[in-house]
Structures are given as structure tokens and as C-alpha cells.
């Protein structure tokens, strides 16, 4: 089956199961002529939140037409309860699992591997009176009693978003709803330390007084040795640190107290002084995998911050223009929703191109997404939509850098030396297992 026909796919198996759902849930519960059925309301908030620009209610009235739907603005805005978020967060579980990918970008050091995966999370603050479906941080500021994180794993090689999943937003990253799902021979998995239990052990078994170690060994070069990770479960691995100016260390000092300040509690001590370093722990072996290689593959982890900022700052996945809760987590589930079918159309139609700009392929997908609601609405045919759309993705490309290579330009010629200082420092370091 090719890539097209899986997108395709994709599409029709989310809004296919749209009306038994809106059933299920009581959230459209009589069909009428003219007016929503769960297809076409799903539809129209998915896709029509995805137009350019702020959406109002207006907007996705003008909108549902292109469904074959005449609803005015505040007809729209009286169907967001709690059955209606209800129905948006189980189609937001359909679409989860989908999954759509494209042939493995022409990068070596990808290659090398059956897949190189970037996890993390990211939250979504809600309004308080959500807190009985999920539940926040809580603490002393207004508004943190509800949040969710959407934990996700993206494949670099293939741009496949290979495990997507949503949790309270009070439970640590140790604790993810991905923990549990194996990884196949030669696959990669780049995560930061909070998704590990860090305790670290010398090869004899001894404890490992991490700070001290370094400060005797990684003062002003690179430092390496074998440890064991976990105070329970205790696997073999690499430890990598390298040191950083001072400046880049008092940056991630801030960004702790930053923090801990936002959790009405001090940054530990230890965070702070290994911010010194930048560390890295992988099993992979130096034959297969040199300390410069190891650097790239963690700066690779950025991209997954570029994702969710293509999601929060461009796509606006956090934010609604009501201040009526349920209104409000509707949108927020409709919107990842949306952002996920712009991700599918963006690694079929520009994957392949290593310096692909994310931005300006996710603009161009969304300047055409009435025409996918017409799809939808059965008045063009999907299959062809979707080649019209997928039409010059591939020539939304980044420009070369000179002075500070693009990632895609380091993953492609890795440097023969590690260089000491991240394009963007993590703010303590990762792990490549």
C-alpha cells in the first residue's frame, strides 16, 4: 500500500466512524437535512479550526457549508458539553491509532538504525472546573488544577508519529503511557531524564557520586566511562558528559529556577550543578556510535520541540476563543486532531527532503484545507484532494546555514570532532538508548 493511500486512509477511517461515535456519545443525536451529523460536525470543527488566522464562531459557520450545512454561529456554540468533548477526545483516539509514514529519509547516520524515535510531552493547561477529568499540578496559582499532557514518540527516519497518548497532566514523564510499548532490534529512542529512573552505579556496583565524578574528570574535556542506570532494573550503558561555558550553564541554572519557581518548590542542587554538562547516556556502543554522532542524534531531540511549538505557536493548539470549559477542551482536541492530518500530509508530500521546513509546509497544507472538507463532504473526490494537496510539498525547504548548521545539515555530515556546545543546549542532557 503506498503512502498516499495510507493518508487516504487515515482520513476516511477518522471521519468514517464520526456518526457511530456522535451516537455513542449522545453528542448529535438525530439526523436532520441540512443540519450536523457527527461526520459533518467533526469536520467542521477539525478542519475549520485549521483555516488561517483567528476562526470564529462565524467563521466555522461560513465553513460548514462547504459540508452541505447551514448552522449559525451560536447554533455551533450551543452543542460544546460534555458529551460533545466526550466525542472529540474518542475521535482523537481514533486518530491516534493511525499511523502514516513516508519511505526513510536519505540520512546515513539515520539509516543506520531501524528507526530513530524523539519522545517527550507536552501540557495543555485547562480551567479549573475540569479537574474531574483532568487533573493538573494543583499548587497555589489559579488555573492549575487541570491539564493534560499529550505524550508523543515521532520517528526521524520515517516521520511517523509512533505513539501518541494523553495523561493527566500531574503525572511525571516516568510515568508515560508509551513506558509500556516495546521497540523493535536497532531502534533508537531519544528522551531527556525525566522519562528514566537516573540513579547511576559504577560497573562494581557502587553508587555513582555523578557530580563529583565529573568535576574530577570533565572540568575542561570530554569524559567517558560505563555505568549502570536504575536503582531497580540496572542496565548497562555509556555516560558522556561534556562540558559547557559557563555561560551556557548559568542559562540552564535560570531555566531550573524557572522551574521549580512554577512548582512552588526550590531547584535541587544537584540539577543545578550538573547543568555544568552536557550528558548523555546510550547503550550503543562507541564502534557504532562516536561521541560527535551521539551530540547530533541529541540535538535531533530539538525537533520534537519544534513540533509542538509548529502546534502551539503556529497551529494555536492551546488556546480557544471561549471561556466555557467544555467549549474549550473541545477545541483543544479537535485542533490536535487537525494538526495530526497536517502532519500526515506533511511526511507523505516533503519527508524525503532532509531540510524540509515544517512551517511552510503546514502553511501550505493549510491554505487548501476547504477543499479536504469538500472531500469529506463527498463533493470531490478524496483521492485526488489529496494529490492536489500533497502538489509542491516537496519544495518547502529550509536554506543552508554557514555559521550554525540547521540539524538537518549536521545529521547528513556529522562532524569528524564532538563540539562542545549544543545548536540548542539541552537543559541537562538526554538519553539514547
Excluded at 503546514?362 to 477543499?371: K, N
Aim: proline content about 4%; glycine content about 8%; charged content about 20%.
Amino acid at each position: 500500500m503506498s503512502n498516499v493511500t495510507h493518508l487516504v486512509t487515515a482520513i476516511q477511517t477518522i471521519f468514517g466512524v464520526a456518526d457511530h461515535l456522535a451516537r455513542q456519545t449522545k453528542c448529535v443525536q438525530r439526523a436532520q437535512k441540512g443540519k450536523f451529523t457527527g461526520k459533518s460536525f467533526a469536520a467542521t470543527q477539525v478542519l475549520g479550526l485549521m483555516q488561517r488566522g483567528e476562526v470564529s464562531l462565524s467563521d466555522l459557520s461560513t465553513f460548514a457549508r462547504h459540508l452541505g450545512v447551514q448552522v449559525s454561529g451560536q447554533a455551533i456554540d450551543q452543542r460544546f458539553t460534555q458529551a460533545t468533548a466526550t466525542f472529540f477526545g474518542d475521535l482523537l483516539n481514533v486518530a491516534f491509532t493511525q499511523v502514516v509514514a513516508a519511505d526513510p529519509v536519505a540520512i546515513p547516520l539515520l539509516k543506520r538504525f531501524a528507526s530513530v524515535m524523539v519522545e517527550d510531552s507536552s501540557t495543555f493547561s485547562l480551567p479549573d472546573d475540569l479537574q474531574t477529568v483532568w487533573k493538573g499540578c494543583g499548587g497555589k496559582t489559579a488555573g492549575t488544577l487541570s491539564a493534560f499532557k499529550i505524550q508523543v514518540r515521532w520517528d526521524l527516519l520515517t516521520g511517523g508519529l509512533t505513539g501518541l497518548a494523553l495523561q493527566d497532566g500531574r503525572l511525571p514523564d516516568t510515568r508515560s503511557a508509551l513506558s509500556e510499548r516495546r521497540r523493535g532490534q536497532r531502534s533508537v529512542v531519544v528522551r531527556d531524564l525525566g522519562y528514566f529512573d537516573t540513579a547511576l552505579f559504577e560497573k562494581e556496583g557502587n553508587e555513582l557520586d555523578l557530580v563529583e565524578v565529573l568535576k574530577a574528570q570533565a572540568r575542561e574535556q570530554t569524559f567517558e566511562c560505563w555505568v549502570q542506570v536504575g536503582a531497580t532494573r540496572r542496565l548497562r550503558a555509556r555516560l558522556i558528559a561534556i562540558p559547557v561555558p559557563e555561560e551556557v550553564a548559568i542559562k540552564r541554572q535560570r531555566a531550573s529556577h524557572r522551574k521549580a519557581q512554577k512548582h512552588s518548590r526550590k531547584a535541587k542542587q544537584v540539577v543545578l550543578d550538573l547543568a555544568h554538562w552536557t550528558l548523555i547516556l546510550t547503550n550503543i556502543p562507541a564502534e557504532e556510535l562516536t561521541i560527535a554522532e551521539a551530540l547530533v542524534l541529541l540535538r535531533l531531540r530539538w525537533q520534537i520541540e519544534w513540533l509542538f511549538k509548529l502546534w502551539k505557536q503556529y497551529g494555536q493548539a492551546d488556546t480557544s476563543r471561549s471561556q466555557q470549559p467544555w467549549h474549550m477542551l473541545c477545541d483543544y482536541y479537535a485542533k490536535l486532531l487537525g494538526l495530526l492530518i497536517i502532519h500526515w500530509f506533511m511526511i507523505v508530500g516533503c519527508w524525503q527532503l532532509p531540510s524540509r521546513s515544517m512551517v511552510k509546509a503546514s502553511r501550505a497544507i493549510r491554505s487548501q484545507i476547504v477543499l479536504l472538507a469538500k472531500a469529506v463532504g463527498g463533493k470531490v473526490d478524496l483521492q485526488w484532494v489529496v494529490g492536489e494537496m500533497l502538489e509542491g510539498l516537496d519544495r518547502c525547504g529550509m536554506n543552508p546555514r554557514q555559521g550554525h548548521p540547521n540539524a538537518y545539515q549536521l545529521a547528513l555530515s556529522p562532524p569528524l570532532v564532538f563540539s562542545p556546545l549544543p545548536e540548542r543546549p539541552p537543559s541537562q542532557g538526554g538519553t539514547i538508548p
